[in-house]
């Protein structure tokens, strides 16, 4: 293993080859640099972007080079630094409060919306100190980013000036969500902890880096494109038994009590912030316990790279071998987090050839492999399947298969939970998965019964046509 943090800054995973990685900037400031640093976060709309864009890993790329077009316009006084959907720019000052200019977000793709917000952060003490006074201010920054990214109404960027319109402005359940997304480098470099080593995110130790994808070769003779993805990170799932027992806890939920403080009590924001950053720094490091967990399972079938955030992407030659591995994750983490997989079958060089038991064909869809980018797709529209099927029994909820219809049961599952969304309405929690499947209905199509595909024909009405 290296050390938790590096100088010069290695390589931030899935970004463009100039930008470096978010903390090993910040632990360059905090080891000395400068008595105070000004810190501006800009994030993405990156959910907005994918929608767009009709594909995950296109719109994470679109949203990752637009944050590189801003940061190379940044100036030289700035340090750009990459970290997820967000850049942090950070510079050394030798005085009080100074408003930093406009941020160039003209720069960036003039399609993908970005929000920002700066704050001022005295640097004292040790190494220790200011690595934490730094993170959090990084925790603050990110939080009045988002909020305006997403609202007309803090008009002001300074962190604690937007912030302070929190309880006006926001139920507790979206103050909470605010909480809940962060700029947060689990393990906080602590020098007790191993760090990544080479080739592992930085933040994920363990856990092959993201670069590593695009050089990866699986193996001749096929196999298949896996991607997992945590379900319900934000608020949990709920059993869709009778009993409606609580199955994961969901980042948003553990920090909704202290939301509904901020905004009941009037909680001060220093003490807000004091207590929000160690509950959302734990949960990002049960991430990547459970990360860990799943690349740990399928060691010698195949590998899997920290691409999504609470997700991995790559190749395994064992269908059965990935759903053991999110099977013993979700065991690993219970309780907490949950994640499922989707997989699609591809070919290793150019043999045509699928593995055995893949599937594909099934349905009426065509035989053989279309190649990587094909595999991906296919993969990210099975693991659409498995979020339609989180909190029931039945096993395509941990892995589907791209290519294998759905039985009876699972397919109604799937479809009541596509209908009831479709009946909440656009604006509710989760509508994306509607969009989702109504720009994919034909692969729904291929997968569900004829009666289900009726129902969900029903369910989208003209919804998604044209995209």
């Avoid at 920002?116 to 006074?133: C, K, N, S």
């Avoid at 099927?389 to 039945?394: F, V």
Wanted: charged share 20%.
């Amino acid at each position: 293993m290296t050390a938790a943090y590096c100088w010069p800054p290695r390589h931030a995973p899935g970004f463009p080859p100039d930008c470096a990685d978010a903390g090993d900037v910040l632990a360059h400031f905090a080891g000395g640099e400068g008595r105070a640093a000004t810190v501006v976060v800009v994030t993405s709309a990156l959910r907005a972007s994918v929608e767009d864009c009709g594909d995950h890993e296109a719109g994470l790329d679109r949203v990752r080079r637009s944050l590189a077009g801003i940061g190379r316009a940044a100036g030289a006084a700035w340090h750009p630094a990459y970290y997820g959907k967000d850049l942090v720019l950070v510079r050394a000052v030798e005085h009080g409060p100074q408003a930093p200019a406009p941020v160039p977000l003209a720069a960036g793709d003039g399609g993908v919306r970005h929000g920002w917000a700066w704050e001022h952060v005295p640097l004292t003490g040790g190494a220790g100190a200011r690595r934490t006074a730094l993170l959090r201010a990084c925790y603050a920054v990110a939080m009045a980013a988002r909020l305006r990214r997403d609202r007309p109404d803090p008009a002001r960027h300074r962190a604690a000036d937007a912030l302070s319109e929190v309880p006006e402005l926001l139920a507790p359940p979206a103050a909470a969500a605010l909480l809940a997304g962060v700029l947060v480098r689990p393990l906080d470099g602590h020098p007790a902890r191993p760090g990544a080593g080479d080739g592992e995110d930085p933040r994920l130790p363990g856990v092959p880096s993201a670069d590593g994808l695009a050089a990866w070769v699986p193996p001749r003779g096929g196999g298949l494109y896996a991607v997992t993805d945590v379900h319900d990170i934000e608020w949990g799932t709920v059993s869709r038994g009778a009993a409606g027992a609580r199955l994961t806890e969901g980042n948003a939920r553990a920090l909704l009590p202290l939301a509904t403080a901020w905004q009941r009590d009037r909680l001060p924001l220093d003490e807000v912030l004091r207590r929000g950053y160690p509950l959302r720094a734990r949960r990002e490091a049960l991430l990547a316990g459970h990360l860990r967990a799943i690349s740990d399972g399928i060691a010698g079938c195949g590998r899997l790279f920290a691409t999504l955030g609470d997700g991995l992407s790559g190749t395994v030659r064992d269908a059965e071998r990935l759903r053991d591995a999110v099977a013993g994750a979700n065991r690993w983490s219970a309780g907490q987090l949950h994640s499922g997989a989707g997989a699609a079958p591809l070919v290793g060089g150019s043999a045509t050839d699928v593995p055995a038991g893949a599937g594909v064909g099934a349905g009426g869809l065509v035989p053989g492999a279309a190649g990587l980018d094909a595999a991906r797709r296919r993969a990210h529209f099975s693991l659409h399947v498995t979020k339609t099927l989180k909190g029931t029994e039945h096993p395509q909820r941990l892995l589907h298969v791209y290519g294998q219809p759905l039985p009876a049961g699972p397919a109604a599952a799937a479809v009541d939970f596509l209908a009831a969304l479709a009946a909440a309405g656009p604006g509710a929690p989760g509508s994306h998965h509607v969009a989702h499947a109504a720009r994919r209905r034909e692969e729904w199509r291929r997968h569900l019964p004829a009666e289900q595909f009726a129902r969900l024909a029903g369910v989208l009405g003209g919804a998604g046509a044209g995209k």
